[in-house]
């Protein structure tokens, strides 16, 4: 069974950056997909950003590209979020969630597809 400890978030203004980890422990994910999903007040939980086991191929939602971008390092087990240009609507609590199926072509993009998730780190940003 994978642990997945998301760590990073904080109090940030607009325009500023900020990167989100996740690191897995009691197994590795080196081969299973990664995604990064947010829930923001009165929202729903959606995906933000995915990358598939080997780190070629990602996905990322309308909102956040450009800004945004999903690493990883399979060596660490560590996956990342480079947030870049924050904007008020990205306030939310982000988990990082390992996909159920191991080496998919991409990043699946539904929140069943994920079996695994961390306990999630608040981001806040002030306009």
């Known amino acids: 069974q994978v642990q997945l400890v998301d760590s990073g978030g904080g109090l940030l203004q607009a325009g500023a950056s900020l990167r989100l980890s996740c690191a897995a422990s009691?197994?590795?994910?080196?081969?299973?997909?990664m995604g990064w999903f947010r829930h923001a007040p009165v929202k729903e939980r959606d995906l933000v950003v995915g990358i598939e086991w080997s780190g070629i191929r990602t996905y990322y939602t309308d909102s956040v590209k450009g800004r945004f971008t999903i690493s990883r390092d399979n060596a660490k087990n560590t996956v990342y979020l480079q947030m870049n240009s924050v904007k008020p609507e990205d306030t939310a609590v982000y988990f990082c969630a390992s996909s159920i199926t191991a080496y998919t072509y991409t990043a699946p993009q539904t929140e069943s597809d994920y079996g695994q998730w961390g306990q999630g780190t608040q981001v806040t940003v002030s306009s």
């Open positions: 009691g197994r590795t994910v080196s081969c299973y997909a």
